[in-house]
């Protein structure tokens, strides 16, 4: 890593960054590429899982190690130095998306019952609350679930929902009143095994194929009201919280994968002959190269203040804004000089190239895309009228 750090790591979680450093080079990269189109194999979420790296937030007294929240960030940076992003998505969806639902909002009859089947890998989660006509504008969702006694019953759907194909159970955000728009929605964990669930299909996607992403359906799905999470009705508002914690582990695995591949590229041009001289002599693609790194630096840091903020117990939605649009711009930039430098091998299957322009190209879009992004950063600025 440039630089030096900007936060406080622990000892232990040096220690801990070493181990999982470690495991994704040896365990993870070189085995990745025959999971694109396949998935993550759960017999590896299921090593990760008895090795700790799961439970990193989750409280001692739940099975985990009870770290704070910089634990996320040398794990999202690890996992994002493997530069295979279906498998980085796979495992942070369910360590750092669906896992803090139940820490944050969840009561301690949930904690007791889930959370330490979720730091051993038992139990894998997913989050559902993308719907076909409902993306971004999560308040035009249409799910809904109707009381009926002490069940909920479920009808709708949710689209490209991560961890859809394994997961053991989903956090669902859903309708549970008449309330329009914002209200009346509430989190309720949904058990994959609950009868009227079911995946309709699994998504051939243009990258992150790594990652299993399906089409959920629900016909009088039932499941029990003690399952909701939080307090009925507040469903939203603890969406779109959780939602900057996402946008926060998506930054902070962003930067090393593109650090890695502007590191490989230049490997790269030092070893291709062009004109009798190697490439890497040319000065555009010096000052290109250091240009993009530099970019990437500044990210880096950004990243270190938002997490420094979130520890301080400040609100980071406008760092978490900023460094999502950035993170997503920047890493399609370096993915596509990348290819670029590579010339006719980049364009090429064979090719690491190929696979990372597409594994990036996503971050532009999960999550709040960039559009949606800058709404927000103009309404928190001020800039609307």
Known sequence: MKGTKS????????????????????????????????????EVLDDMGKLGFFGLRIPEEHGGLGMGSVASVVFAEELGRSTFGGFTITVLVHTDLATPYLTNFGSEEQKARWLASMATGETLTAIGVTEPD??????????????????????????????????????????????????????????????GFE?????????????DTGLLSFSDCRVPVANTIGEPGKGFQQQMSQFVIERMWANYSTVPGIDLALARTADYLRQRIVFGKPLLRNHYVQYKLAELAAEVDLLRYYNYTCAEAYMAGADT???????????????REVADWCLQFHGGMGYMEETWTTRFL??????????GSD???LQVLARLDGFTA
């Open 199 to 211: 995946v309709s299909r699994k998504l051939d996607k243009f990258g992150m194929r790594a990652s």
């Open 371 to 373: 559009e949606t992004m």
């Open 7 to 42: 936060i406080y790591i622990s000892e232990d979680l040096i220690a801990i960054r070493a181990q999982i450093r470690e495991y994704v080079e040896r365990e993870i990269v070189p085995r990745a590429a025959d999971w694109e189109n396949g998935g993550v194999p759960r």
């Open 317 to 331: 939605t406008r760092f978490a804004t900023i460094a999502k649009i950035k993170a997503g711009r920047l890493s």
């Open 134 to 195: 409902a993306g971004s504008d999560v308040a035009a969702i249409r799910t809904r679930a109707e009381r009926d006694g002490d069940e909920w019953v479920i009808n709708g759907s949710k689209m490209f929902i991560t961890n859809a194909v394994q997961a053991d159970w989903l956090c669902l955000l859903a309708r549970t009143s008449d309330e329009g728009g914002y209200a009346g929605m509430s989190q309720i964990v949904v058990p994959t095994s609950s009868p």
């Open 358 to 367: 597409r594994d990036t190209r996503l971050t532009s879009i999960g999550a």
